[in-house]
């Protein structure tokens, strides 16, 4: 694997002076699924803050049970956290993922935006994505796995786009390589749930609606026309309601869980 762990260990040592999640890297050239392998490396005893980081995956996996295509050249990582919180706020570990990513990247100067819910989006194309797995005991999450995949150098198909190649329309190149992009998404990870477990859902969800592209689209649901003001604190998508089929004025608000539509590509980001 031509992936340096010790430049990855130095861009994390070189980006937080009190760790939150104490990261143990684990590097793999091929796996099925990173997640899959944190949860083994989970019921073997791993403590959270396990990274796997996999230069290829054969059975990646993306949200709703789609397959997430991960030829060499992109980025798959998973990590291993025990949140403390309620299955109902599920969906809070993607958002404050999603967020501390975005806001990082942004940070060096990648004008990548949010998609609701989980996509990362970058000249209206998709970057990556997110997916959050989680075990359950007594209504808590006991355990969650973080995944994500970031397009690097790897081939992308015509609603994504990779950074790399990114970096050269720009003439600018924030990210030095992949080790540096690892980091970067670790280090988001850990900001995201910091943020979160310190600060609260209400300030996350603000912090995450601005940086989310579909902010006041407009977006047919069962003929309903709405415009997207916001996201609920279990992630569903808040659309206003602005007519009907007769033109009259409905239900002033409605509510979308995540999985149930979506919003499509190529629009301007944040
Ligand atoms: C999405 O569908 O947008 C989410 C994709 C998440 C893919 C990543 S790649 C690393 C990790 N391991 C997996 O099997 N999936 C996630």
Redesign the pocket.
């Known amino acids: 694997m031509g992936f340096d762990q010790q430049t990855l260990e130095n861009f994390l040592h070189l980006g937080r002076k009190h760790p939150y999640l104490p990261f143990s890297i684990h590097l793999f050239d091929n796996l ?5 392998k944190v949860w083994q490396l989970v019921d073997q005893g791993a403590k959270p803050g396990c990274v796997v980081i ?1 230069t290829q ?1 054969t ?6 049970g ?1 397959e ?1 295509i ?1 030829p060499t050249g ?5 990590v291993a956290i025990a949140p403390k919180l309620e299955v109902t706020n599920n969906y809070q570990l993607t958002l404050a993922s999603a967020w501390g990513i975005t806001s990082q990247l942004r940070n060096y100067g990648v004008s990548v935006g949010i998609k609701w819910p ?2 990362l989006v970058l000249d209206g194309r ?1 970057l ?4 959050t797995e989680t075990k359950v005991r007594q209504g808590q999450i006991s355990q969650a796995v973080i ?3 970031i397009n690097w150098v790897n081939p992308v198909p015509e609603t994504g786009i990779n950074l790399k190649s990114w970096q050269a329309t720009q003439n600018f190149h924030p990210m030095s390589g992949l080790e540096m992009l690892t980091a970067t998404v670790l280090l988001g990870i850990e900001s995201g749930l910091k943020c979160l477990h310190h600060e609260g859902i209400s300030i996350l969800l603000s912090r995450y609606l601005n940086l989310l592209t579909n902010m006041g689209d407009q977006v047919y649901v069962n003929n309903l026309l709405g415009t997207v003001i916001g996201v609920s604190p279990q992630g569903n998508l808040r659309l206003k309601i602005t007519e009907d089929d007769n033109n009259k004025l409905m239900t002033p608000e409605i509510s979308i869980e995540p999985g149930t539509i979506s919003l499509g590509y190529c629009k301007n980001s944040v």
């Open positions: 099925p699924s990173t997640n899959q996999a995956q059975a990646g996996r993306g949200q709703w789609r997430w991960s992109g980025l798959y990582l998973s989980n996509d998709k990556g994505g997110i997916l995944g994500v995949g």
